[in-house]
């Protein structure tokens, strides 16, 4: 009897559910239904993917980060580029490294000099006029390539590359301002903060040159790399992209945490400010570079398969064909998106096993509930942060490229996942990971709904004639759901931490 | 009339006189060219001025962080736009509907919301504001508000038009944020106002003390809401227009731009804050093209790093320390310090 009690909000939204999905079904043929169902999969595991990054950040760190849909946007530009040519992020991620690689000195300089306050202003200035000259008249749109790549030729940017002479001064500049900057970010309490010994130091010098080695490595062989990712399968290319996805959302989400939201833990209203004001910058970024229009992606090879034999008639044999639809109950469904909901199951079952069954996961756990204490209990929990941090920002970049071809690139899709993503947690509770996945199911089946409501109708039961509403009204039920969450049980379905 | 009050005053008083001096010095008529471009940008100014001084009085006094605040602004556009343009009310009838219906929604919105705290209350602030959002720009009400387009062609009485007669409209809208200011001055400096001071401090402490929290939050929430839309009715009246952007988040990080910017808990603060920011969006603009918007967003990223407490918030916290450090320094420079003036006897009693 108590199971029925401490769990009755779990129990009544799901016999609500039942009736709402067996009310809304009536009148509706299976294929249909069924169609709307895996429909709404595919959106709630994508919506997933964002909102447990969120979820998992908020609940340990209290941090909520608005640019979680902006990692998404940005994870998606990054697997697009590198799938569709990856001249852009060929050119411009050694510049990055360099200076990343010259700030990692600090904690080195830190030890030996401390600058007055009025040198370490003037070399911040100083770094920022080497950062802008380093990147005067950088031909930064010009390397985007838009057009769909066909295997082994280079779409048409062909000039846009500048010199190897002149991107080796760009690197020397973005390294040299690496390094001021360094001079001006070092303070005495810094180098003791950080108690590597000589072991830190020397680990923390060949990450350095590790990174620069990269850069360099991409500098020099940027057209054969070039070659080679174009030349590859394009399948072969969207594992690439997945995994450059991912880890550009990782690594962003690291430098943010590290850099950006470390220092205001004393102010946490600050924080909440300062992830707003990355969103700006985010979307302004990417309309600049790759423009406000947006792209598409062309579908990898083991769902593009359009020929006779196409749609598969059912799943096993759409591995031998490769169809891009499969048939579902005499229905063709596009085959692409049973590959979101597969990601989506699989991260799923992946983030319950880390939080369930590794150390790392027990000390998330465990923080969620008293961050405090696990730091009483001698455990790095600032460490634990960044690692979640980048843990949920790489989800977040890695749902951004499972889904480019699906819905393409475009700036807006930040703000548009990153509402969804807000929904999804309340309903599902805040710093609960099954909960972003039971609100993720219940957003995604909404939104599918939704448009199916736009589409065709919905036979209610007292109505003669289909109910048929705009757009508006699909948009506007996933917000309003939220709102009777919030007023109704704050915390959310399963949510763990009281508000 | 308090020494305090000396800065502001003057202030005011070269706001007055601004157009007349910049015909002066341009030789331009007063409604044409540069004078008529600047009347202009600070009539801009002040409304957002106006609009930035609601959100301080939320986020600054009461402690509370609202996502949503555009809807009261967007509101208060669409009610006078509609009103003037297919009502045919008017004007003055149009602006009191504004306030009804702005006090109205923030009622039912206060109450709705102060029910939870912190993170939640900003969310569904942000869900509401986002609900208005799609309703003005859902094609179904397009013969209402215009949809995305939005709603144009607002008629206004001759003599406050601002095309025709933007020196009117220039003067209505400064007196606007004078009066405005004066109030949220003295609703401030109110026992009300120290409630609510109080509340943004510690609120169990408030409550155990006696006082209903709730009533008072929502009493914030709907003079803030009150103010926003009339500084979204005024923006109707200037632009002649209502559109979605003005109901979108951006207008709410504009007005979160402006307080911290300003400094936020100061009430003249976000008023700055509104000023700096559109003639430093024109600045920028002009020089360096479409890569504004951008350096606004990493000069916001550094001042939430560096300068939490905004301009005259730091002003307020530093400024005394600050002149009493030059003032020491230039005496120094002169001559005139007490140290050099008593010189050698100091040296002298010390042996």
Same mark, same amino acid.
């Not at chain 1, 792209?295 to 591995?319: S, V």
């Not at chain 1, 199911?441 to 509403?469: K, N, W």
């Not at chain 2, 039912?108 to 912190?118: D, P, Y």
């Given at each position: 009897?108590?199971?029925?009690?401490?769990?009755?909000?779990?129990?009544?939204?799901?016999?609500?559910?039942?009736?709402?999905?067996?009310?809304?079904?009536?009148?509706?043929?299976?294929?249909?239904?069924?169609?709307?169902?895996?429909?709404?999969?595919?959106?709630?595991?994508?919506?997933?993917?964002?909102?447990?990054?969120?979820? &998992?950040?908020?609940?340990?760190?209290?941090?909520?980060?608005?640019?979680?849909?902006?990692?998404?946007?940005?994870?998606?530009?990054?697997?697009?580029?590198?799938?569709?040519?990856?001249?852009?992020?060929?050119?411009?991620?050694? &510049?990055?490294?360099?200076?990343?690689?010259?700030?990692?000195?600090?904690?080195?300089?830190?030890?030996?000099?401390?600058?007055?306050?009025?040198?370490?202003?003037?070399?911040?200035?100083?770094?920022?006029?080497?950062? &802008?000259?380093?990147?005067?008249?950088?031909? &930064?749109?010009?390397?985007?390539?838009?057009?769909?790549?066909?295997?082994?030729?280079?779409?048409?940017?062909?000039?846009?590359?500048?010199?190897?002479?002149?991107?080796?001064?760009?690197?020397?500049?973005?390294?040299?301002?690496?390094?001021?900057?360094?001079?001006?970010?070092?303070?005495?309490?810094?180098?003791?903060?950080?108690?590597?010994?000589?072991?830190?130091?020397?680990?923390?010098?060949?990450?350095?040159?590790?990174?620069?080695?990269?850069?360099?490595?991409?500098?020099?062989?940027?057209? $054969?790399?070039?070659?080679?990712?174009?030349?590859?399968?394009?399948?072969?290319?969207?594992?690439?992209?997945?995994?450059?996805?991912?880890?550009?959302?990782?690594?962003?989400?690291?430098?943010?945490?590290?850099?950006?939201?470390?220092?205001?833990?004393?102010?946490?209203?600050?924080?909440?400010?300062?992830?707003?004001?990355?969103?700006?910058?985010?979307?302004?970024?990417?309309?600049?570079?790759?423009?406000?229009?947006?792209?598409?992606?062309?579908?990898?090879?083991?769902?593009?398969?359009?020929?006779?034999?196409?749609?598969?008639?059912?799943?096993?044999?759409?591995?031998?064909?490769?169809?891009?639809?499969?048939?579902?109950?005499?229905?063709?469904?596009?085959?692409?998106?049973?590959?979101?909901?597969?990601?989506?199951?699989?991260?799923?079952?992946?983030?319950?096993?880390?939080?369930?069954?590794?150390?790392?996961?027990?000390?998330?756990?465990?923080?969620?509930?008293?961050?405090?204490?696990?730091?009483?209990?001698?455990?790095?929990?600032?460490?634990?942060?960044?690692?979640?941090?980048?843990?949920?920002?790489?989800?977040?970049?890695?749902?951004?490229?499972? $889904?480019?071809?699906?819905?393409?690139?475009?700036?807006?899709?930040?703000?548009?996942?990153?509402?969804?993503?807000?929904?999804?947690?309340?309903?599902?509770?805040?710093?609960?990971?099954?909960?972003?996945?039971?609100?993720?199911?219940?957003?995604?089946?909404?939104?599918?709904?939704?448009?199916?409501?736009?589409?065709?109708?919905?036979?209610?039961?007292?109505?003669?004639?289909?109910?048929?509403?705009?757009?508006?009204?699909?948009?506007?039920?996933?917000?309003?759901?939220?709102?009777?969450?919030?007023?109704?049980?704050?915390?959310?379905?399963?949510?763990?931490?009281?508000? | 009339m308090s020494r305090k009050n000396l800065p502001l005053l003057i202030l005011l008083i070269l706001l007055v006189i601004f157009p007349f001096a910049l015909t002066l010095v341009t030789g331009q008529p007063i409604d044409k060219g540069a004078p008529r471009f600047w009347q202009g940008l600070l009539i801009q100014v002040y409304i957002l001025a106006v609009f930035a001084l609601s959100y301080d009085l939320l986020m600054g006094y009461?402690?509370?962080?609202?996502?949503?605040h555009a809807l009261f602004f967007g509101t208060g556009a669409y009610a006078l736009g509609i009103l003037l343009k297919y009502a045919h009310w008017s004007l003055p009838a149009a602006l009191l509907a504004v306030v009804a219906l702005t006090a109205?929604q923030s009622?039912?919105?206060?109450?709705?919301?102060?029910?939870?705290?912190?993170?939640?209350?900003?969310?569904?602030?942000?869900?509401?504001?986002?609900?208005g959002f799609?309703?003005v720009?859902?094609?179904?009400?397009?013969?209402w508000t215009g $949809?995305e387009d939005g709603l144009h062609g607002i008629e206004l009485p001759d003599f406050i038009s601002p095309i025709l007669n933007r020196l009117t409209f220039y003067f209505v809208a400064l007196a606007f944020a004078v009066v405005i200011y004066l109030l949220a001055r003295r609703m401030v400096d109110?026992?009300?106002?120290?409630?609510?001071? $109080?509340?943004?401090?510690?609120?169990?402490?408030?409550?155990?003390?006696?006082?209903?929290?709730?009533?008072?939050?929502?009493?914030?929430?709907v003079i803030s809401g009150i103010i926003a839309g009339l500084a979204g009715a005024l923006n109707a009246m200037w632009e002649l227009s209502a559109t979605p952007q003005m109901m979108d988040s951006g207008m709410t990080i504009n007005a979160l731009l402006m307080t911290i910017i300003g400094g936020v808990?100061t009430l003249i603060g976000p008023m700055l804050g509104a000023a700096v920011l559109q003639l430093l969006g024109y600045t920028l603009n002009a020089t360096l093209g479409a890569?504004w918007q951008?350096a606004i967003?990493?000069l916001y990223?550094?001042?939430?790093?560096?300068?939490?407490?905004g301009i005259v918030g730091?002003w307020?916290?530093?400024?005394?320390?600050?002149?009493?450090?030059?003032?020491?320094?230039?005496?120094?420079?002169?001559?005139?310090?007490?140290?050099?003036?008593?010189?050698?006897?100091?040296?002298?009693?010390?042996?």
């Open positions: 009897m108590t199971f029925f009690r401490s769990n009755r909000t779990l129990l009544i939204t799901i016999a609500v559910a039942i009736i709402i999905v067996f009310l809304a079904t009536r009148g509706m043929s299976a294929p249909t239904a069924v169609s709307i169902l895996l429909s709404g999969l595919t959106l709630g595991s994508l919506f997933f993917l964002v909102a447990s990054g969120l979820s &998992l950040i908020f609940g340990l760190m209290d941090v909520l980060n608005f640019a979680h849909g902006s990692l998404f946007m940005l994870g998606a530009y990054a697997g697009w580029t590198i799938y569709t040519n990856p001249r852009l992020i060929l050119n411009t991620a050694p &510049l990055g490294f360099a200076l990343i690689a010259g700030v990692m000195l600090m904690p080195i300089v830190a030890r030996k000099i401390s600058l007055p306050r009025v040198a370490r202003y003037v070399a911040a200035l100083l770094a920022a006029a080497l950062v &802008l000259l380093s990147v005067r008249d950088f031909p &930064l749109q010009k390397l985007v390539a838009f057009g769909t790549t066909v295997s082994g030729q280079v779409v048409a940017t062909v000039d846009a590359q500048e010199s190897l002479n002149a991107m080796l001064t760009r690197f020397a500049l973005m390294l040299v301002a690496g390094i001021v900057l360094s001079f001006a970010w070092a303070r005495r309490e810094k180098a003791n903060e950080e108690t590597e010994g000589t072991k830190g130091t020397w680990s923390r010098i060949g990450a350095m040159t590790g990174l620069l080695v990269a850069a360099l490595v991409m500098l020099f062989g940027r057209d $054969a790399m070039e070659q080679v990712v174009l030349g590859t399968d394009s399948n072969l290319r969207f594992v690439i992209a997945l995994l450059v996805g991912a880890g550009t959302g990782a690594g962003l989400g690291a430098l943010m945490e590290f850099g950006l939201i470390r220092p205001l833990y004393a102010r946490p209203i600050y924080q909440v400010l300062l992830t707003l004001g990355l969103v700006f910058i985010f979307d302004q970024v990417v309309r600049l570079v790759w423009g406000p229009a947006g792209a598409f992606m062309q579908m990898p090879g083991w769902f593009a398969n359009t020929g006779k034999e196409c749609p598969a008639p059912n799943l096993i044999d759409w591995f031998g064909l490769h169809c891009d639809a499969i048939l579902v109950l005499g229905r063709p469904f596009p085959s692409y998106r049973l590959f979101i909901i597969l990601v989506g199951v699989v991260m799923l079952i992946g983030i319950g096993a880390l939080l369930r069954g590794s150390r790392l996961g027990m000390i998330i756990r465990a923080g969620v509930q008293d961050s405090a204490m696990v730091e009483a209990l001698g455990i790095n929990v600032r460490r634990v942060f960044t690692i979640v941090f980048a843990l949920g920002a790489g989800l977040a970049g890695l749902g951004g490229v499972v $889904a480019t071809p699906f819905l393409g690139v475009y700036p807006g899709m930040a703000l548009e996942f990153l509402l969804q993503a807000f929904i999804v947690v309340v309903i599902g509770g805040l710093g609960s990971v099954p909960g972003a996945a039971l609100g993720a199911l219940v957003v995604g089946l909404a939104r599918a709904y939704g448009d199916q409501v736009v589409l065709t109708g919905i036979q209610l039961p007292f109505m003669t004639e289909p109910f048929t509403g705009s757009p508006a009204i699909a948009r506007a039920s996933t917000v309003l759901i939220m709102v009777i969450v919030l007023l109704l049980k704050p915390t959310g379905l399963l949510g763990k931490k009281e508000g | 009461l402690g509370i962080l609202s996502f949503g109205a009622l039912f919105i206060g109450l709705l919301s102060l029910r939870v705290r912190g993170v939640y209350f900003t969310m569904l602030t942000l869900a509401f504001a986002t609900v799609i309703l720009e859902a094609s179904d009400f397009r013969n $949809a109110s026992p009300s106002g120290r409630v609510w001071q $109080a509340i943004r401090e510690n609120e169990p402490r408030a409550i155990s003390i006696g006082y209903n929290t709730l009533w008072f939050k929502v009493q914030g929430v808990g890569v951008l967003g990493i990223v550094l001042l939430v790093l560096f300068l939490p407490y730091t307020r916290n530093h400024g005394a320390s600050w002149q009493q450090v030059w003032r020491e320094r230039i005496e120094k420079w002169m001559g005139t310090d007490q140290v050099t003036k008593r010189g050698s006897s100091n040296v002298k009693r010390e042996t």
